[in-house]
């Protein structure tokens, strides 16, 4: 009978051993990447080296893809697992040069170098305010996503690297950081918090010069529809009324188009005449792959709101919404 009972258990340890789970992305080895230390500097109390030993692991699975012509490069599915940029920032002493002028978060932006001096942005917004958390890491370890049939094994890399999840062209995705940069906007807006029944009946895009006015009235493109709970961070619920509107992406890509440089160090930095302003990156706007788009929505003859707004779905919070915007600017972080 003990020699049946050790049989019986040995089975079900086998059976056991050989069970796979209902997870698709653990099917393969997890890999070490190569760490390097990483400095955190810039418009902060605390400069210095990250401590990454105390922060928690995450993990993101990716599609990686390039940006060539209109349907881009496919370079493989991969699970990444590192450590967040919201947990890496989220001890460092925020010291904000424009902060007597505009005390808001929402003006500031992030700057990752690697060891060939390759840098990309990603702002302040994207990473604290998305409903969606923990998307942007620096990745210390990577597994292949197999396909069940074909089996194919995509390349892996093999020193660390930083993954944003949410976007479709991966091209942010650099490898090796060696350093991050917290800043934030240097363009001057004068601030005036007391404009009666504010109201912006024209939207000037700007570059390097001005572009284009759309005025009151005139949006036109593909209409969508996006519920909404928008809620204030500090004033909470301001209504559940979805918002109509047309993709900024679709209606400003002549304007902006979607090229390597913009998605790597394009800013966008959307204001209203009483000086609130907020810095969104380019990837955010042009290149997302959840679809939660960015949307300039009509509020024509609407004091206050109109005679139009910008609405984010992917955030959380209500306070990157800017109500009677009348300038958009494209930078580079360079130019800030």
């Given at each position: 009978?003990?020699?049946?009972?050790?049989?019986?258990?040995?089975?079900?340890?086998?059976?056991?051993?050989?069970?796979?789970?209902?997870?698709?992305y653990?099917?393969?080895?997890?890999?070490d990447l190569?760490?390097?230390?990483?400095?955190?500097?810039?418009?902060?109390?605390?400069p210095?080296?990250?401590?990454?030993t105390?922060?928690?692991?995450?993990?993101?699975?990716?599609?990686?893809?390039?940006?060539?012509?209109?349907?881009?490069?496919?370079?493989?599915?991969?699970?990444?697992?590192?450590?967040s940029?919201?947990?890496?920032?989220?001890?460092?002493?925020?010291?904000?040069k424009?902060?007597?002028?505009?005390?808001?978060?929402?003006?500031?932006?992030?700057?990752?170098?690697?060891?060939?001096?390759?840098?990309?942005?990603?702002?302040?917004?994207?990473?604290?305010?998305?409903?969606?958390?923990?998307?942007?890491?620096?990745?210390?370890?990577?597994?292949?996503?197999?396909?069940?049939?074909t089996?194919?094994l995509?390349?892996?890399?093999?020193?660390?690297?930083?993954?944003?999840?949410?976007?479709?062209?991966?091209?942010?995705?650099?490898?090796?950081?060696?350093?991050?940069?917290?800043?934030?906007?240097?363009?001057?807006?004068?601030?005036?918090?007391?404009?009666?029944?504010?109201?912006?009946?024209?939207?000037?895009?700007?570059?390097?010069?001005?572009?284009h006015?759309?005025?009151?009235?005139?949006?036109?493109?593909?209409?969508v529809?996006?519920?909404?709970?928008?809620?204030?961070r500090?004033t909470?619920?301001?209504?559940?009324?979805?918002?109509?509107?047309?993709?900024?992406?679709?209606y400003?890509?002549?304007?902006?188009?979607?090229?390597?440089?913009?998605?790597k160090?394009?800013?966008?930095?959307?204001?209203?005449?009483?000086?609130?302003?907020?810095?969104f990156?380019y990837?955010?706007?042009?290149?997302?792959?959840?679809?939660a788009?960015?949307?300039?929505?009509?509020?024509?003859?609407?004091?206050?709101?109109?005679a139009?707004?910008?609405?984010?779905a992917?955030?959380f919070?209500?306070?990157?919404?800017?109500?009677?915007?009348?300038?958009?600017?494209?930078?580079?972080?360079?130019?800030?």
């Amino acid at each position: 009978m003990k020699k049946t009972l050790t049989i019986i258990a040995a089975m079900m340890l086998g059976f056991t051993a050989m069970a796979q789970t209902n997870d698709f992305y653990d099917d393969a080895p997890l890999n070490d990447l190569k760490m390097n230390e990483i400095m955190i500097s810039g418009e902060i109390d605390n400069p210095g080296i990250i401590d990454l030993t105390k922060l928690p692991i995450r993990d993101v699975i990716v599609k990686e893809t390039g940006l060539s012509g209109e349907a881009g490069i496919f370079k493989g599915a991969y699970l990444y697992q590192g450590y967040s940029l919201y947990d890496i920032l989220n001890l460092i002493v925020l010291k904000k040069k424009n902060e007597a002028e505009f005390p808001p978060i929402i003006d500031l932006f992030v700057e990752v170098e690697n060891a060939d001096g390759e840098k990309v942005v990603l702002s302040w917004g994207e990473i604290y305010y998305p409903i969606h958390r923990h998307e942007i890491l620096i990745a210390s370890g990577v597994r292949r996503i197999v396909p069940s049939k074909t089996k194919e094994l995509w390349p892996l890399p093999t020193v660390s690297k930083l993954v944003v999840a949410c976007d479709l062209y991966t091209e942010r995705n650099i490898s090796n950081p060696i350093k991050i940069t917290v800043r934030s906007s240097k363009i001057h807006f004068p601030i005036d918090r007391n404009i009666p029944e504010m109201y912006a009946d024209e939207l000037e895009f700007y570059s390097s010069q001005h572009l284009h006015t759309l005025k009151d009235g005139e949006l036109k493109g593909n209409f969508v529809s996006y519920g909404s709970v928008f809620y204030g961070r500090g004033t909470g619920i301001h209504g559940t009324t979805p918002f109509k509107g047309v993709m900024f992406k679709d209606y400003a890509v002549s304007h902006y188009p979607l090229t390597r440089e913009n998605l790597k160090q394009g800013i966008i930095l959307v204001a209203a005449p009483d000086g609130y302003r907020a810095v969104f990156t380019y990837s955010e706007i042009f290149n997302r792959n959840d679809q939660a788009e960015v949307l300039i929505v009509p509020m024509s003859g609407i004091k206050t709101q109109g005679a139009y707004l910008l609405y984010p779905a992917a955030d959380f919070f209500s306070d990157r919404s800017i109500r009677c915007m009348n300038e958009v600017r494209f930078y580079y972080s360079s130019d800030l």
